[in-house]
Structure formats: structure tokens, C-alpha cells
């Protein structure tokens, strides 16, 4: 059972007098509200609002987003409205409040991929307008999953699926690895119960024989590094989560053997040059399989994820993985763009004020929708409270998510056109456009796409060139490039 004590204990920002204030009110009101509401466990139904909030706070949320979470489901649950919630507690956290009760109305169209497409655009037209609004929604769908054994065996395989198809991807965009993998983790559970005992077991039975030999590698690793000079920040054994394991195990034939990071040793360290030392050491002390460096600090994951890997044969020749990275990063693999200004705000509180106003290497590589969060920080001059209350507007501002009448998510830059967009599909495609088609309707190539909108290309079947005057209104530099090229060699 949860107490609102624990969210205080949890919250990851300094826990000033006005947050503290604003949790509690909250919690009394949304506690007030759902008295006497139970869920399906036979809770009450607080326990559900706590436990959101709880998750909110674990990933660095601030006090807004937390009061947002313990309220979520007030309108949708109780007969207090929007308007009188708006009176309490003002208008951006209504707003969220409402955003979040307009993504949970979304009822089972006739067609499962009807309802997938139309959940996945409502996610990402609310992401558009507060990227709070999807983490909220992520924080209960994680603690609904967690509870999912009380539900029906069809609710339980419904929702199972949608989790792993809406709200898993969603997770991962955000870079929110910790909430990815363990919904991602669930909905295994409920959708191949066969496969998820299996790979259970087998990682259940590694454990047992492998923990102390790992205790052991840590051990000798540590004391190295220490000989060497260099500060270790943590070092620790991770677990693999068992659903990449099983699309591991799948793509080697299921077998075990062939698999190096099961058990991997994560090595954390104050900075990059740290880094890229501490690699060396490893080195120096085991010799490492050839083929298997992966520097995901020079070139990041497409979701942002940095650190060093590498595999090596450890005491008594036994291969297994060593994963490098900064404080920094580490935070980032597991919040994503919740560490932002969680970092932001203890540097600050430190006096250092390193990641917002000094260029790093670490800045550099990342991916754009973090830079633009950067900029866009630094235009509100380093003020977390303004920037939290930006986010709401301003995050995706310049982003279009348009989809493909698949399904697939385009994202591109705003005014961009159905150009762009067959472009951003394939060269090809974009070479032989001679159409384009909006939510049903034909537009002109130079048609400015929308949030949202699904975009169907039409192309021909010989093989066509673009006009030069596409030039003149696409907006993306793949479409510029493909389309110059092409007419070049015509
Ligand atoms: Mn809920």
C-alpha cells in the first residue's frame, strides 16, 4: 500500500514548500473524490492515483505533472467536471488533466488496425500539444499492467496488445527505457504465456549459477580501475529484460549459449574521457571478442541511447558483456527526456550549470528533438519552472507526425508536403509521386501537411523524374538532395 509519504520520499527534484503543498492538496482532493471506488484488486482506488504518481516521480517528473497524475482519473471516475477542477487547481494542470481523460475515451473501432491507428495518432497529437500528457498516460498504463491479473482473461489480452503496440513504441521515442521495458515485459507475460515461462526459466537458472561469478568480475574490475586512478561512480551486474532476450534467443535459434549479454556489467563513470579509459583498462585486463566494440557514444542509438559496449572473455574464459557509460547517460537510458531537467536542476542546485550552457560532446550527438528541447531551454534563459510550463506548448512545435495509411508514423518538420513525405518513405517513391491523397482527398504536391494527417502517395509505375519546380516548396533536406541528384542524372 502506498501513503502519499512515499511520493514525497520518491520525488527526484528538491522538494520545495510550494510542490510539497501542491502534491498534497491534490492527493486530498483526487482521495476525496474516488472514496469509496475500488479497483478490480479490491483496493482502493487511490492506491491506482498513487502508484501514477509514484512512477511519475521515480522518472523525474515535477510537482505539476505529479498533481496531474493523482488526478487523471477524476473527471472520468467521479461527478466532479473539468471546470471545477479547473478552480482548484488553474488551468495547466486541468489541461492535462483533460488531455489525459480525452486519450482514455478511445473506444475499439470495428477493425483492430482501425483502433491501433487511431490510438497511435491521438498519442501523437497530444505528444504535440504536452509531451506531459503521454508521460502521464505511460505512468498508468505501466501500474495497469502491473495489476492486470485482477482483469478478465480478454481484457487481459486486449490490453496486453494495445501495450505493446501503442504504448511500448511511445515509451521507447521518449527514450524512457525503464517504463519501455517493463511494459514491454508484461505484455510478453500476457501474450505468450509458453515463450515467457520459458525464457523466465532459462534466465532464472542463469542467475543462480551466474550471480557470484559476476560479483566476482565486478570485484576484479573495480579494484583496477581504482589502481588506475579512475573514480567509478556505480558498477553493477543488469539483468537482461526478458522480452529482448526472447527476440534475441529467436534470431539464435534459441540458443542460450550464443548469447553474451545475458549478464551484462555496467560500469559508470564521471565523464566521457572516463569513459573510453575505463574501455581500455577492460581491455588491457580481458581480451575482448573481435567485432563486438559497439560505441554508442560517437554514434547514439536513433532513440539517443549512449554508452560504450563491448564483449569480453572474463576469468575462466567466460564471455560476457561491459557496458561504459556517464551518470549522464545512464540517467537518460532510464528517463529519457524526464533526465533533462532532472539534470538540469541538480547541476544547477551544484552551481555548475554544465548541460545547458556549455557545449558538450555529449550534446553534440544528440538527437534532434532533444537539441530543440535544448535550444528552446536556453531561449527561457535556464528558468525550469518557465521551461516545464513551455513544454506544454512549445516542445513539438516545429515536429509534424503524419502517417502512412498503414500506420506508419512520418515525422517531419512543419509546412513540409506530400514531397517530403514520399521522400522520407523512399527515394523511390518520392521519384515517381504523381499525387498525393490527404485523409481521403487529393491535395497539390505543394499541400502543407497537418498534424496528424494520413497521406497517401500515389505513384506511377514507369519510372518518372520530379520537376524542378519541387524545389521551390519541399521542405526536407532528404527531398532536396534526392530530387537534385535525380534530375542531375537525367
Ligand atoms: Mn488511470
Redo the contacts with the bound molecule.
Sequence with gaps: MLTIEDIFKNFKLPLTKERKELIYRAYIFAEKAHRGQKRRSGEDYIQ?CLA?ANILGQIGMGSKTIAAGLL??VPEDTSITLLELEKEFGSEITSMIEGITKLGRIKLRESREAYFLENLRKMFLAMASDIRVVIIKLA?RLH?MQTLQHNPPEKQHRIAMETMEVYVPIANRLGIGEIKAELEDLSFKYLDQKNYAYVKNIQEKFYKEGEQYVNEVIREIKKELDKRGITVSDIHGRAKHLHSLYLKLKRYEMDISRIYDLIAIRIIVPNIADCYETLGIVHEKYRPLIGRIKDYISLPKPNGYQSIHTTIFGPKGRILEVQIRTKKMHNEAEFGIASHWVYNEYEKKKGWRVLFSKKTAEQKESIPWIKQLREWHQETGNNPEKFLEGLQIDFFKNHIFAFTPLGDVIDLPEEATPVDFAYAIHSEIGNRTVGAKVNGKIVTLDYQIKNGDVVDIMTSKEDRKPTQDWLTFVKTSTAKTQIRRKLKRE
Design positions: 491506482h501514477t487523471h482519473d498508468d495497469n
